[in-house]
């Protein structure tokens, strides 16, 4: 199989040297994201699985919180891209010796690294890396704060499925007030002309959040007949430091997505879950597995999206 270089040329220009959130990005930007991972996505359906666009350049992953999608996605991405990659834990890092998070990056980066993923469990981590490094910056996820590439993968699969993102209805259902994703997901809709609902207990639910253009329902039977989208988000217990609602069964009763729901839902409803799904409590089994379902084709999806952020960071570094 040839090995291609960068694809064509589009007629905007991606000028940013890091990706630290959604907010703040203009409609071109999201849409110029879109594409190149479109055109990334047809260039490897076309058997063209290895692309030479950073070539020469090394990519570092630092996860200081555990994941499996977003690491995973990102490393396949850089080395689709031609990239080297340098894969970092915390675990067993000089961070447990005393080092700190910038002193640590910045050893990382001067063995050559110049692009870091970056995910850490507290908010604005990646946005002081940024102030303190030459590498450019992207954003797996910060704390409560954002988690771009999420928010993108997800636009991406539902403007695949649907054409466009203008005009559609999307509701973000489940703990809103300690998630990345649905602040990513409320910034890159919103911009792209989307209505969005946050659904959950007003326990869930950040105050004053409708100063960001959403709609508040505490009702997922009241909501789901006018959505063409469900984004099922998980119960972040890792970040909940107190009982925000009686028990699990409770919350599923009343904003788990189950079949009943989706006969209730439009003929053509959307579902996506950002993961790790639980079954049973966000969704259930028949739900997740279902025809509604476009879970798997979100991590697919992640794939091009990152590849596509990837390579934009590094063509703004060339200019």
Known sequence: MPTLTTPSTPSAVWNRQHLLGLQGLSPVELRLILDRAAEFKQLHAAGHTKLDHLKGVTVGNLFFEASTRTKTSFGLAAKRLSADTVDFTASGSSLTKGETFIDTARNIEAMGV????????????????????????????????EHPTQGLLDIFTIREHRGQIEGLTVALVGDILHSRVAR?????????????IVCGPA???????????????????????????????????????????PSIYEYAHFFGMNGARVQRARQDVLILAPGPINRGVELTPEVADGDRSVILDQVTNGLFIRMACLSLLHEARQC
């Open 114 to 145: 110049t692009q870091m993923v970056v995910r850490h469990s507290t908010s604005g981590a990646p946005h002081h890396l940024a102030k303190h490094l030459r590498a450019g910056i992207i954003n797996a996820g910060d704390g409560t704060h």
């Open 184 to 196: 990513s997901n409320i910034w890159g809709l919103t911009t792209l002309g989307a209505k969005v």
């Open 203 to 245: 326990t869930l639910i950040p105050p004053e959040i409708e100063r960001l253009g959403v709609e508040v329902s505490h009702s997922l039977d009241d909501i789901v007949p006018r959505t063409d989208v469900i984004n099922l988000l998980r119960i972040q217990a890792e970040r909940q430091r107190s009982a925000f609602f």
